[in-house]
T-cell receptor, first 114, second 111 residues
């Protein structure tokens, strides 16, 4: 079946602009994660959704970052007033449940803030 | 929390040789460990996992070893092939259910 998809694959924006990144998880997966991967760094956890529960936002670096998951499926990560340090690859992953199943990753969105 | 690190940022091996990639973690309560492979321009791909009640698990050409005493995890790739060239990193889950990722080891296979 189809894997996790993300769009756009690349996004170049100017400092101060808002951006929206989209993630389509694998159908039937209840858990969805967002990570950030900066050059030379490990994956940094941002936010986690599990079913209809309140999301775990403990990894969001600032209040400029927010995410939604509509209908328990598609998720959008929004970065407001982008800064150059926001430049990174943003990865989305989904799994059947949170801690007992493999996370399947999307190809990522490469964000460049000029 | 958790701190996850890899011993070598880069590793070069001859085609056909075995590769060993290492990872160290800090939280003795960590209970689930995963190795991922990431090729250029792609998302991480699951390779193999192991739970804390085991010390060894084998897959196709890959073996993961877990030493809980020294909090060390390794990935062994047998008969390394050019297609194995990628960045490999470990992910560690603690009892808080959050995953922590290492920075990755870039494996280059020399034909």
């Amino acid at each position: 079946g189809a894997g996790v998809s993300q769009s756009p694959s690349n996004k170049v924006t100017e400092k101060g602009k808002d951006v929206e990144l989209r993630c389509d998880p694998i159908s039937g997966h209840t858990a969805l994660y967002w990570y950030r991967q900066s050059l030379g760094q490990g994956l940094e956890f941002l936010i986690y959704f599990q079913g209809n529960s309140a999301p775990d936002k403990s990894g969001l670096p600032s209040d400029r970052f927010s995410a939604e998951r509509t209908g328990g499926s598609v998720s959008t990560l929004t970065i407001q007033r982008t800064q150059q340090e926001d430049s990174a690859v943003y990865l989305c992953a989904s799994s059947l449940w949170r801690d007992t199943d493999t996370q399947y990753f999307g190809p990522g969105t490469r964000l460049t803030v000029l | 929390g958790e701190s996850v690190g890899l011993h070598l940022p880069t590793l070069s091996v001859q085609e056909g040789d075995n590769s060993i990639i290492n990872c160290a973690y800090s939280n003795s309560a960590s209970d689930y460990f995963i190795w991922y492979k990431q090729e250029s321009g792609k998302g991480p791909q699951f390779i193999i996992d192991i739970r804390s009640n085991m010390d060894k698990r084998q897959g196709q050409r890959v073996t993961v070893l877990l030493n809980k005493t020294v909090k060390h995890l390794s990935l062994q790739i047998a008969a390394t092939q050019p297609g194995d060239s990628a960045v490999y990193f470990c992910a560690v889950k603690n009892t808080g259910n959050q995953f922590y990722f290492g920075t990755g080891t870039s494996l280059t296979v020399i034909p």
